[in-house]
Every structure is written in structure tokens, then in C-alpha cells.
């Protein structure tokens, strides 16, 4: 349902979808290069293996990282100020915060074992600069392996360049059994026999397809577009049709601007192959960014010369050709993404065939449609949210479109109207805000979409705790919809603009506001307004001690919202609902309310809302004299807030202290902690368990020192995974700052410990506690 980054996953490294070919030499060296170094850059020209050098080596190593090894893909940023929230949501943070900083995200780093993979990072140079400056001083255990076809150039990066794929010496006598040693050759004859069942290298064709892997400059993907013509062409077909391209290699170096050549010829002779539909259909997937499902594929690009019947067959024919990755996603259907190069060259064909525009019209129209259903308030709310989350950077790529066309700007402010409470769920507050305000800049003053675009921007402020702030947009959105008489802009500009009075203690104020919303939604039959108007009213009303009109409009709140649907609002009336029930005196019902609000939250993956929940339900608990479970979920709602980059909100304080203090009284500061540390470690979906179950918290766990059923501590098991990760003792020593004397110690401690006598042994013992899956993985790479 909510989808999303639930529990605590370890790692978000794509599994392969493609055979990884060899690279032992370069494997080697960068998980060398890592054990020494903070900040390691592979460079090398488009193509060449950067990508997936760098996520076979941190698959491989990712053991070593208790914290886990990251994968944050930067091709679909645009945006430099995007890119730490980037990093925030590949760590399956939702960054919810205030500001977004870097600080936050380096604090949320410190102490970290952790590697971050940053993944082309070549257009956005400064941004990945910064970040890596910041993160390197601020977190001494994380370690940094960057793609990028230029160097960051700061201070402490090592730059590692990756070389194309080995060839054979130009003297090697041209055996097929030689050839087979250089990786370029493995890597096509790897494609080949996928194709063509049966294809080997052998005495007939060893010196063609020699011929072919030198043309190719033994550039990965280059050598991977040839390959898949191999189930129509010979080779000598395909060096013929090369020939006129390419010149083939001759000694000495190539450098790098040869190889891009070399590439971009191959991808131009790819293209020129293609049927016509499918060098259309390739041109205009060029407008997606971060991946694209076939629905989208059929809105955005079928028309004139690609009807949309044929859509999914092309799709098909493009993966076969590799210039599309389909990725198989466990119930849920396939996405498809272009790799960056290939994206790029689509762009320019784009741009010649004078469709770019309205191609990018129709990929904002899309997301608009897309949001529009995100926004139905309906039972399929946390789907449509789950699939907004795949679709951010098709978004940010839509309204940065907006922000060059102005005549799209309207489309692109109903789009963010529409997307208000996905964002409200997930964020990121703070570059939502700043993205919109800024497109709200280039509106027209008495726009339509400006009020849209301020409006969102106040919703985003509220959650920031940036009260006056929200009350100007407000404001200015107020003005703006009453005097184009826009009704829905009125009544939701009214309702949002109650909060920061609330915020303030003004609850006349705000009830007034919420009021006037309300009136004009049931006159005019705004339905969300009405909801949301009546679950505020709720909270307010309950704030102000005027419990039986809370309960009257919290009871008509969730009963319109379970006949619309939707969840959203329904966690908050529960939520508010449950503590005017409480204060009224009915406990049992008051606290069951909450619990349901808390599943409502979770079910809906809302964790700004599941975190306001908690401290409900850590209040409930104080009260009733439940003091460890009253902590325990402190603890967790802290958790939730960590996670999501938040401080607590303002207008909770109070209520937050009452229950910690009352907690502190029954329990002692000491046992308070110890409880709050239990609650803190839980993981989110853990957290919200326990809330919804109410009951006492889990007994603490034996003080672990060691881990179960095998009796290492934790350092040992640490080097054993690093030992099974090849590292040699010098290596682990420097990684976990040991001396080599104490490794070595702790090394003979392990084998005595597991009666095993060598660390080849240690490694495979690893392969089989860590699991099957791991296993797997270290017998492939063995393999190689
Ligand atoms: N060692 C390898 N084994 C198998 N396939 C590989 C290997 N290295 C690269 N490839 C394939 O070659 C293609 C290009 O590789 P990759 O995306 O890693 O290049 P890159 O240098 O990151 O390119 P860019 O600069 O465009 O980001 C991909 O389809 C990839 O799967
Ligand atoms: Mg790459």
C-alpha cells in the first residue's frame, strides 16, 4: 500500500539486470582506493563503465558498511539544489525539513558507517563538490565513490580513471582462446550468445571479431549496441557497415575524445538501423527523465508516425536493441529508463526533428493528468502517492519546463495545486517551497497560478514551522482568488491561513477562518475544503476546550472521508477526533481512535503525519500511567522525525513536554532514557506496530555483545565480513582504524572461535550466515 522505503533496508544497489563482465584489475583497485580514501572519482568518457564499475564494487563491498552501501543516481537531476534531497531519498529518508540544508543531511550522516555511491555527477560539478567537502569533514566513517565524466576537483578526491574494456595486446596471435581473456571480447560474445543461442568465438571468426572490439575501442556500450545486431548481421556485416564510421584502432593511445567519437558514431550507425517508429519513439522517450511505465510512454509519445497501439511492441523491440533497460519490479508493472548517453542522443534527434516542444508539452500535460488522479481523494490515494514517489524527477523536469515556458505556466501551477497532499506527506517542504515561489515569480501578479503556486508554497511553510511566513502567502493567495473569484482558491486559502493563528494561540482567530472555509465549501460544494475544514475545526476546537462541537465535526470529518475514501485527512480527524473523545472522558474509545489514526498514517506512508500521531499516543499512554510505553513512543516518534529530517511541530510542544515530564516523574530519568533509546531504535514500521497494537513495550534485548549463534562480537564480525569482502589485514586496519597487530589478533580470535582454519574458510562461512542471496553474489563475482 504505502510503498516506499518501509523497515530498515540496507541498501538500494540495483540488482544486475544485465551479466557483469570482467574488471578485476579495476574492481580491485577501487575497493583499494577505498580503503585509504574518503572520496574516490571515477572518471572516463560516456559509456565506458563507470556506472557499473562502481556498483559491482560497492555490491562487493557493501558487507564491510554496517550502515550500507547507497546508490543516488544524479543523471535525471537538473537542478543543483535538488541534489541533496537526492541523497536524502535514495537513503529512503523522506527529507521532509526545514530548509533541506546540507548540514542536516550531514548530521544526519555523522557516526555513519556508510558508502554513498553518487552516480553521474558530471552536469551538476559544484553541487557534488560541495556535498562531498561537507559530508567528508563532517562524517569521518563514510565513504564517497563518485561517477562522472569530469573530476569534482576538491581537495582529498583520488581520481580513478576507467579504462574501455581490455583488448588483446595488438602482438597476441589471434586465438580464440586468447581472445577470450580480454574482457572486451567476453563482454561481446556475453551479448551475442544471449541473441543468437550458440554464438562463440572461435577459429572462423576470432580475427572479425578482433576487428570489430578494436573499432569499437572496446567501449562497453558501443560494443553492446553492435552486439545486439548479431541476430541479423555477421560480424563481418557489421564491421563492413562500421568501416565507414569508424576508422579502426591502430597503436597507441586513444584518448578520450576519440572514444566519444567512437561512440557517438555507433549510437548514430544504431539509430540509422532502427525502423522509423522505433528512432521516433526513442526521440521523444528523451523527454523523460528518472524512468517512465508504458502508460506514460503511450500519453506522452504516440501521435504522428507512432500510433499508440504499437507503443509496447517498440518498447520491446528498443530493450532488444539495449538502448532501453527494462527493469522488473515485483508486482507492479515494469519501468523502463534510457541510459543517460542514450537520452542525450534522443534529445538532439528531438531537437532536429522540431518536436522538442510539444513533446515536453505533452510530458507536462501527462504529469498534470497524473497528478490530477493523485489528487482524487479517493480509495486508491496511497497507490497514486506510491507512484508519484517513482515520478518526482519527471516532475521537477515538467515544471522546470514551466519555468522556461511561460505560456505553460498555468498547467504547471495546476499540476503543484494537485500535488499538494503528496507533498504534504512526503516533501520535500523546503524545495517545494522554493521551486514553487520562484515559478510563482514569473506568474503574472493577478494570476491564477500565482495564487496556486503560493498557496502550495504555504502549505510547505506550515510544515517547515515557518508560521508568518505561511500566513503571508495565505494572505497574498486570499487576495489574489477573492478577486478573481475563484472559490476554490478562497476557501482553501482561508483554511490553511487558520494555522499559523492557531500556531499563535489565537484559537478565535482560527476558528473564525476555518468557519468562513467551511460555509463557503458546503455552499459551493468544495468537498476537500469541507473535510479538511471540519478535521481542523476538530483539533482547534479540542485546543480550546470546546470538546462536544470537536466530537460533532471529528465524527462528520471521518465519515465524509470514508465515503470518499481517502486517507489523508482521516488519520488527522482520528487523530484529533481520539484526543477530544479522551478529554471528554472517554478513555478506551479516545485511545483506540488514535491507534486507528496511527495505521491510517502508516497504511498511507505519511510520516510527517505518523510522527504527530505518536506524540498522541505517547500522551494517552503518560496519562494513563503507562510510563515505559509513553517513552517508548517518544523514542519512536523522535525515530520518525530523524528519519525524515523534521523537528517537532511547533504547535505540539506542550503537549510533547507534559508527556515526557510525567514519564520522567513514574519511571525515573535513567529507566526514562533507556526506554526512549528502545523506542528510538525501533524502525518506522516497527514504531508504528507498536503504536497500533498499544501494548507494553518489547523487553529490553540482553545487553548484545555478541551476536547469536555464532559468538563473534560485533568488531569481529565486522572483520570477518571485511575478510570476506578480499580485504587484506593492512586494508581492514586502515578502514576500521585498528592497527594491523590488533586485526591480525582478532582475526585469530574468529578462526578459533568458529574452528576454522583459514580465511578462505572465514569467507565462505560469511557467504552462508549472511544468506543465500550473498552467497550467490560472492560465487558470481568468484566466478569472474
Ligand atoms: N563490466 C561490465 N559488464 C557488463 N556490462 C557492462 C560493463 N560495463 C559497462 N557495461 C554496460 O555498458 C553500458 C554503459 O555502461 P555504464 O552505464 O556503466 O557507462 P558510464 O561510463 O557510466 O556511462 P555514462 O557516462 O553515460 O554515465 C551499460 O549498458 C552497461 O550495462
Ligand atoms: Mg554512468
Redesign the pocket.
Same mark, same amino acid.
Given at each position: 500500500m504505502g510503498g516506499g522505503a518501509r523497515g530498515r533496508r540496507r541498501s538500494n544497489l540495483p540488482a544486475d539486470?544485465?551479466?557483469?563482465?570482467?574488471?578485476r584489475p579495476e574492481l580491485r583497485e577501487v575497493k583499494r582506493l577505498l580503503t585509504t580514501t574518503r572520496l574516490l572519482t571515477l572518471t572516463?568518457?560516456?559509456?565506458?563503465?563507470?556506472?557499473?564499475?562502481a556498483l559491482?564494487a560497492a555490491a562487493q563491498m557493501s558487507r564491510g558498511f554496517p550502515d550500507g552501501a547507497w546508490l543516488v543516481e544524479l543523471?535525471s537531476i537538473h537542478d543543483p539544489l535538488l541534489v541533496t534531497q537526492a541523497v536524502f531519498s535514495a537513503l529512503g529518508v523522506h527529507d521532509l525539513s526545514a530548509g533541506l540544508s546540507l548540514s542536516s543531511l550531514a548530521e544526519y550522516l555523522a557516526g555513519k558507517r556508510l558508502l554513498l555511491v553518487l552516480?553521474?555527477c558530471?552536469h551538476l560539478l559544484d553541487a557534488c563538490a560541495v556535498l562531498a567537502v561537507t559530508l567528508a569533514k563532517a562524517c569521518p566513517e563514510l565513504r564517497l565513490l563518485a561517477?562522472s565524466?569530469q573530476p569534482l576537483r576538491v581537495a582529498g578526491e583520488v581520481r580513478m580513471v576507467?579504462p574501455p574494456?581490455s583488448l588483446p595486446a595488438e602482438e597476441d596471435e589471434v586465438s580464440a582462446q586468447r581472445l577470450l581473456s580480454s574482457?572486451a571480447v567476453w +563482454?561481446l560474445s &556475453?551479448r551475442a550468445a544471449a541473441l543468437v543461442p550458440g554464438f562463440t568465438v572461435d577459429a572462423q571468426n576470432a580475427a572479425a571479431v578482433l576487428d570489430l572490439c578494436r573499432r569499437l575501442d572496446g567501449i562497453? +556500450?558501443a560494443? &553492446?549496441l553492435a552486439a545486439v545486431r548479431l541476430d541479423s548481421l555477421s560480424i563481418d556485416q557489421l564491421n563492413r557497415g562500421l568501416a565507414g564510421k569508424l576508422s579502426i584502432l591502430g597503436r597507441g593511445d586513444r584518448g578520450a575524445e576519440t572514444r566519444q567519437r567512437t561512440l557517438e558514431a555507433t549510437i548514430s550507425w544504431s539509430y540509422g538501423l532502427l525502423g522509423e517508429q522505433e528512432r521516433l519513439l526513442w526521440a521523444r522517450l528523451s523527454v523523460f527523465a528518472g524512468g517512465f511505465e508504458e502508460d506514460a510512454a503511450i500519453g506522452v509519445c504516440s501521435g504522428t508516425g507512432v500510433p499508440a497501439g504499437r507503443i509496447v511492441d517498440l518498447l520491446g523491440a528498443l530493450v532488444e536493441k539495449?538502448i532501453l533497460?527494462r527493469e522488473l519490479r515485483h508486482g507492479r508493472v515494469p519501468r523502463y529508463w534510457l541510459?543517460?548517453?542514450l537520452r542525450q542522443y534522443g534529445r538532439q534527434r528531438l531537437r532536429e526533428l522540431g518536436e522538442q516542444t510539444t513533446t515536453q508539452q505533452r510530458h507536462l500535460a501527462w504529469i498534470c493528468a497524473l497528478a490530477g488522479s493523485a489528487d482524487a481523494w479517493d480509495d486508491r490515494q496511497a497507490e497514486w502517492f506510491t507512484r508519484m514517489s517513482d515520478e518526482r524527477a519527471n516532475l521537477w523536469a515538467a515544471l522546470n519546463f514551466c519555468a522556461r515556458e511561460p505560456a505553460e505556466l498555468a498547467t504547471g501551477a495546476r499540476s503543484a495545486w494537485r500535488m499538494m497532499t503528496f507533498w504534504a506527506c512526503r516533501g520535500p517542504f523546503g524545495d517545494v517551497r522554493r521551486v514553487l515561489s520562484s515559478l510563482a515569480e514569473t506568474a503574472p501578479p493577478r494570476s491564477l497560478a500565482r495564487a496556486q503556486l503560493l498557496w502550495v508554497a504555504a502549505v510547505m511553510a506550515h510544515r517547515e514551522n515557518d508560521y508568518g511566513a505561511c500566513a503571508a502567502l495565505c494572505e497574498e493567495s486570499l487576495h489574489i482568488g477573492t478577486e478573481l473569484k475563484d472559490v476554490e482558491v478562497v476557501a482553501w486559502s482561508l483554511l490553511v491561513g487558520a494555522i499559523p493563528r492557531w500556531a499563535e494561540g489565537d484559537l478565535t482567530g482560527a476558528t473564525q477562518r476555518l468557519d468562513s472555509a467551511l460555509t463557503l465549501a458546503e455552499l459551493m460544494q468544495v468537498k476537500h475544503v469541507e473535510l479538511d475544514a471540519r478535521s481542523t475545526l476538530c483539533g482547534i476546537l479540542t485546543a480550546a476546550g470546546e470538546l462536544d462541537r470537536a466530537i460533532e465535526l471529528g465524527e462528520q470529518a471521518l465519515a465524509m472521508s470514508k465515503s470518499l475514501g481517502e486517507l489523508w485527512v482521516r488519520g488527522f480527524a482520528l487523530n484529533y477526533l481520539g484526543q477530544a473523545t479522551w478529554l471528554a472522558g472517554d478513555r478506551p474509545r479516545g485511545e483506540a481512535l488514535a491507534r486507528e489514526a496511527a495505521a491510517c498514517k502508516h497504511a498511507l506512508d505519511d510520516r510527517n503525519g505518523l510522527g504527530i500521531v505518536l506524540e498522541t499516543l505517547a500522551w494517552m499512554a503518560a496519562e494513563l500511567g503507562q510510563h515505559e510505553r509513553a517513552a517508548c513512543l517518544l523514542g519512536a516518534a523522535e525515530r520518525v522525525r530523524h528519519e525524515t529530517s523534521q523537528t517537532l511541530i511547533e504547535l505540539f510542544r506542550t503537549q510533547h513536554e507534559q508527556s515526557e515530564s510525567i514519564a520522567v516523574r513514574g519511571l525515573g530519568r535513567k529507566s526514562f532514557e533507556a526506554a526512549f533509546a528502545r523506542g528510538r531504535a525501533m524502525t518506522i514500521s516497527d514504531g508504528a506496530g507498536f503504536a497500533v497494537a498499544g501494548k507494553q513495550p518489547p523487553k529490553p534485548p540482553p545487553v548484545a555483545e555478541t551476536e547469536p549463534h555464532h559468538g563473534l562480537t560485533r568488531r569481529e564480525l565486522d572483520i570477518a565480513r571485511l575478510v570476506a569482502d578480499d580485504l587484506t589485514n593492512k586494508q581492514i586496519a586502515a578502514r576500521l582504524f585498528l592497527s594491523r597487530r590488533t586485526v591480525e589478533t582478532h582475526i585469530t580470535n574468529i578462526l578459533n572461535k568458529l574452528g576454522l582454519d583459514s580465511r578462505t574458510q572465514l569467507s565462505r562461512w560469511m557467504g552462508e550466515v549472511t544468506g543465500p542471496a550473498a552467497a550467490t553474489e560472492r560465487q558470481r563475482a568468484d566466478d569472474h
Open positions: 539486470l544485465t551479466s557483469f563482465v570482467g574488471r572516463g568518457s560516456g559509456g565506458v563503465g563507470k556506472t557499473r564499475l559491482r543523471a552516480d553521474n558530471e561517477t565524466r576507467v574494456m574482457d +563482454l &556475453e562497453p +556500450l560494443l &553492446e539495449s533497460t541510459l543517460e548517453t
